[in-house]
Nanobody, 126 residues
Framework: QVQIVESGGGLVQTGDSLRLSCGSS????????VGWFRQAPGKERMFVAA???????NYEDSAKGRFTISRDNAKSMVYLQVDSLKPEDTGVYYC????????????????????WGQGIQVTVSS
């Protein structure tokens, strides 16, 4: 069983950068796609970015340009770099591992992911 743990969140100011980390304990997730989702206050959880086992990436339109997802399979880690943070980036960020392996294209639907972390809060002050 894969256990997912996110880290790196916190309170930051507009324009700052931060890097969220996602790690797994138990079964390595090198052959799985990994995604990041965000749930803003009062809103549904939404897709932010995902990366396949080979490093192919996909971003939600509003995340293109400021968000960068990457992975280090040797460490079973996936990262989400966020630059030029805006207040609208505030929310709980979730890391999730895909239901199936060896995706050619990064999945983006919640239903495509089966193992979820507890989430980590990112608050961007204006």
């Amino acid at each position: 069983q894969v256990q997912i743990v996110e880290s790196g969140g916190g309170l930051v100011q507009t324009g700052d950068s931060l890097r969220l980390s996602c790690g797994s304990s138990g079964r390595p997730f090198a052959s799985f796609a990994v995604g990041w989702f965000r749930q803003a206050p009062g809103k549904e959880r939404m897709f932010v970015a995902a990366i396949t086992w080979t490093g192919n990436t996909n971003y939600e339109d509003s995340a293109k340009g400021r968000f960068t997802i990457s992975r280090d399979n040797a460490k079973s880690m996936v990262y989400l770099q966020v630059d030029s943070l805006k207040p609208e980036d505030t929310g709980v960020y979730y890391c999730a591992v895909s239901r199936s392996t060896y995706h050619a294209r990064p999945p983006s639907r919640s239903a495509d992911f089966v193992s979820w972390g507890q989430g980590i809060q990112v608050t961007v002050s204006s």
